[in-house]
């Protein structure tokens, strides 16, 4: 029975050293038993096999994450005043860094990361666009967000809790406004002194990757003259800022015409031409091929795909992809010419992208010395208690002669 009403999740003897060392989530397979019927995202109190209280948990019935800490701190209850004191947390962190110097449109909770498991909130200029990924705070969704427009005062809140992960939760997905106004088109951003046009409502992820915005300026500085290749190019986040940097001229490719009407549209804000041939509409992976047999080169080439593999078990399928792009890009790089490759899937590490693209390399024939390792921005954190976080890497190479 569930102690003084207290609903219960027990963990098998052995399984509490991960709770104590700090890390977030409770698989299935270290659950015991579950008392008093908690439906889903209710609070719980995890205990070791021995009955000792661990941490208040959000439960997630159907997840094979089974329960997600809210705090291990027994005196600590999950509440409206919790959620104002982690958002403040992470809110003032990222005022601390002084993130706001560089941009207006940053990640302002984390997730995990930030001591609020499931949630992701994104500031775009006065908007906040927010992702409930996870039955805990699917439940807790009223004072979470009365709690950001205390806080935050934003023109008016968005969600797009339009993911697959949602499913896992038994959640359907889920978009529209949640507070203040709604936003009429698209928000203007400015990142780095570069202007663009935010699609809150249909772009994807939350409008914009703001996880790439430090990697956008490494690009920038290593730009001038240069003649580039931008692949997945979205809204042209790496293209602006390769012409920001002085660059002779930038190839975009993306496989979404909405992305590049957008795209042209944020260039032409920014005063920047563009011919309309080198904004390329096609599959990346045929595209590079028709490239290569055009004999076709250049001097900077940005490889940014999507996630191929969301979790360790897909890595293998999502080395080959990996691998094929970045062959190509080899065979397309001039000799002193540099490689900004990607990989967003968690399930790929920085040490397995890198071989990776090792092998990519030695079978285009190629020589490269890796100049940078690059992640997602500092406003995406990782705590040291959930290495699962790192989840955006890269690698700046320069081809050899
Ligand atoms: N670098 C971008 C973000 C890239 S997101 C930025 O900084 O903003 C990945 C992009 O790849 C998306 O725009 C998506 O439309 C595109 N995409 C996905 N699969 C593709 C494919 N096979 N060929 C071309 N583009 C693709």
Request: one cysteine or more.
């Amino acid at each position: 029975m569930a102690r003084g009403g207290v609903k219960t999740l027990t963990l098998r003897p052995g399984r509490d050293k991960s709770v104590l060392q700090g890390h977030p989530w409770i698989f299935s397979g270290a659950v015991d038993r579950v008392d008093g019927a908690p439906e889903s995202g209710e609070t719980v109190a995890v205990r070791s096999a021995s009955g000792d209280f661990l941490a208040w948990a959000a439960f997630s019935p159907l997840s094979n994450i089974r329960a997600r800490v809210w705090t291990r701190s027994q005196d600590e209850s999950v509440d409206a005043a919790f959620f104002h004191r982690r958002l403040a947390t992470a809110l003032n962190m990222r005022v601390a860094m002084n993130i706001r110097q560089e941009t207006n449109a940053m990640r302002l909770v984390h997730g995990e990361s930030d001591g609020l498991p499931g949630l992701v909130v994104d500031q775009y200029n006065r908007w906040l666009v927010v992702q409930f990924l996870s039955a805990g705070p699917e439940r807790w969704r009223e004072d979470i967000i009365r709690q950001l427009v205390e806080l935050f005062q934003p023109e008016g809140i968005f969600e797009r809790s339009d993911v697959d992960v949602r499913e896992l939760e038994g959640l359907l997905p889920r978009t529209g406004p949640l507070a203040g106004r709604a936003p009429v088109g698209p928000v203007e951003i400015l990142e780095n002194e570069i202007r663009y046009q935010v699609n809150l409502v249909e772009g994807q992820k939350t409008g914009f990757y703001v996880d790439q915005r430090f990697n956008r300026s490494r690009l920038r500085a290593y730009a001038e003259g240069r003649e580039a290749l931008n692949c997945f190019c979205y809204t042209g986040g790496f293209s602006l800022s390769a012409l920001a940097g002085g660059a002779r001229s930038v190839l975009s490719i993306d496989s979404s015409v909405d992305a590049l009407r957008q795209a042209q549209e944020n260039a032409r804000l920014n005063g920047m031409t563009v011919p309309e041939t080198d904004w390329l509409e096609a599959d990346v992976f045929t595209a590079l091929r028709k490239l290569r047999d055009q004999a076709r080169s250049f001097d900077l080439i940005v490889l940014d795909p999507p996630k191929f593999a969301p979790t360790a078990a897909q890595a293998e399928r999502a080395a080959r992809g990996y691998k094929d792009i970045n062959l190509l890009a080899f065979k397309l790089l001039r000799p002193g010419g540099l490689l900004f490759t990607f990989s967003c899937s968690g399930g790929v590490s920085m040490d397995l992208f890198q071989k990776i693209v090792a092998g990519a390399a030695q079978d285009a024939n190629a020589d490269a010395l890796v100049l940078e390792r690059l992640y997602q921005g500092r406003d995406h954190p990782v705590s040291l208690n959930f290495p699962e976080g790192t989840y955006l890497k890269g690698l700046v190479c320069v081809k050899q002669a």
